[in-house]
């Protein structure tokens, strides 16, 4: 069992930055990769950005690329986005989860243990 709580989410001015946390339990949480995704209002859930295990393997979706950077830290069981330049179209719930199957995919299917959430609102 791996249970995921975000945090860090807030209310930003387009420009500015946010740093999401995704702190996860159990001691097998640095074998795992791990994504982050968001939901804006109305729209599906959709892949962000997600790091393998080692921190070998990063992958993005191309609207963040050179804006967001995911990082981790096994020792301390946490996952983060670090999020500059945020636009309006940012703005949505954004959700951790744990992939323990290996896939390392950007499709939500793939993982198998979800955050809650947390909002992010970018202001224009």
């Known amino acids: 069992q791996v249970q995921l709580v975000e945090s860090g989410g807030g209310l930003v001015q387009a420009g500015g930055s946010l740093r999401l946390s995704c702190a996860g339990s159990?001691?097998?949480?640095?074998?795992?990769?791990v994504g982050w995704f968001r939901q804006a209002p109305g729209k599906e859930r959709e892949f962000v950005a997600a790091?393998?295990?080692?921190?070998?393997?990063?992958a993005y979706i191309d609207s963040v690329k050179g804006r967001f950077t995911i990082s981790r830290d096994n020792a301390k069981n946490t996952v983060d986005l670090q999020m500059n330049s945020l636009k309006p179209e940012d703005t949505a719930v954004y959700y951790c989860?744990?992939?323990?199957?290996?896939?390392?995919?950007?499709?939500?299917?793939?993982?198998?243990?979800w955050g809650q959430g947390t909002q992010v609102t970018v202001s224009s």
């Open positions: 989860a744990a992939d323990t199957q290996g896939f390392f995919g950007d499709s939500e299917y793939e993982y198998d243990y």
């Open positions: 159990g001691r097998t949480f640095s074998n795992y990769a």
């Open positions: 790091e393998t295990w080692s921190g070998g393997n990063r």
